[in-house]
C-alpha cells in the first residue's frame, strides 16, 4: 500500500491517534512527551504511531497533512495540531472535550 | 554570517507585523553543543491572526518559515491576538506553576 493511503487509512479509522517519537510509555522528544501526557488525561483509550520506528511514516507525514513538524495529533479524521495547539486545547478543556466526543460517537 | 534566529526575526517581522514579538533561543535546555541554533520558541501578537484558528496561524508561521525548519530541530509557536495576549497577562505558556516553594 502506499503510504500515504496508509496513513490515511490510520487517521479514518482511528478516532484519536497521535504520529510521535517513540511510544507513549517512552517518548523519546519532549514535545512528543508533554503532547501525549494530555492525550492520556482525556480518559478515551488512543491509538499511536510511533515514527521513529516507521522511517517511511516518518518521511511522509508532513506532506500528508502539509504539517512539517513532530509530533501530530488527528482527532475524527482532522489534523488539530501539534505539541503547542494540543497543549493549548488541553489548557483550556477542549482537547478533553472533543477527545471525548469523538470517541464515544465512534463507538 | 546571519544566525537562524536574527533570519526567524526578520522574516516574522515583515510577515506579521507584531505588535510584539519573542524569539527565544532554548537550544541550551537540550543535549547540543554550546551556541547551537537547534530549538526555538517563538512568541507572535499580531492582529494579522484576527479571526484565524490555531492551526491557520501555526501554518502561516510554518510557511514563513519554512526554510528554517529544514535546518532546525524544533520550533515552539504561541500566536496571539493582542486582546488574546492582554486577556493572557501578556505571558506565552509553558512557565511551570508554582509547587509552594517560596521562600518567603
Redesign the interface.
Known amino acids: 500500500m502506499d503510504v500515504l493511503e496508509k496513513i490515511k487509512e490510520q487517521v479514518e479509522s482511528n478516532p484519536v491517534i497521535i504520529y510521535m517519537k517513540g511510544t507513549p510509555g517512552m517518548p523519546m522528544c519532549g514535545f512528543s512527551s508533554r503532547t501525549v501526557d494530555a492525550l492520556k488525561q482525556c480518559e478515551r483509550e488512543f491509538a499511536y504511531v510511533n515514527v521513529i520506528a516507521d522511517p517511511e511514516v516518518f518521511e511522509h507525514l508532513p506532506r500528508f497533512a502539509d504539517w512539517p513538524t513532530f509530533p501530530q495529533v488527528y482527532i475524527g479524521g482532522e489534523l488539530i495540531g501539534g505539541c503547542d495547539i494540543t497543549l493549548e486545547m488541553h489548557a483550556s478543556g477542549e482537547l478533553k472535550t472533543l477527545v471525548q466526543e469523538t470517541v464515544d460517537n465512534a463507538a | 554570517m546571519t544566525s537562524v534566529q536574527h533570519t526567524i526575526e526578520s522574516k516574522l517581522n515583515q510577515a506579521f507585523t507584531p505588535s510584539f514579538m519573542l524569539v527565544e533561543n532554548e537550544s541550551h535546555k537540550h543535549n547540543v553543543p554550546p551556541g547551537s541554533e537547534s530549538h526555538f520558541k517563538v512568541t507572535v501578537v499580531s492582529a494579522a491572526f484576527e479571526g484565524q484558528r ?2 491557520q496561524r ?2 502561516l508561521l ?1 510557511q514563513t518559515l ?1 526554510d528554517e ?1 529544514a535546518v532546525i530541530h ?5 500566536t496571539f491576538t493582542e486582546p488574546e495576549w492582554v486577556a493572557r497577562g501578556e505571558q506565552a ?2 512557565t511551570p506553576p508554582c509547587l509552594g516553594g517560596s521562600a518567603s
Open positions: 490555531l492551526l501555526h501554518r510554518n519554512k525548519l524544533a520550533l515552539s509557536l504561541h505558556a509553558q
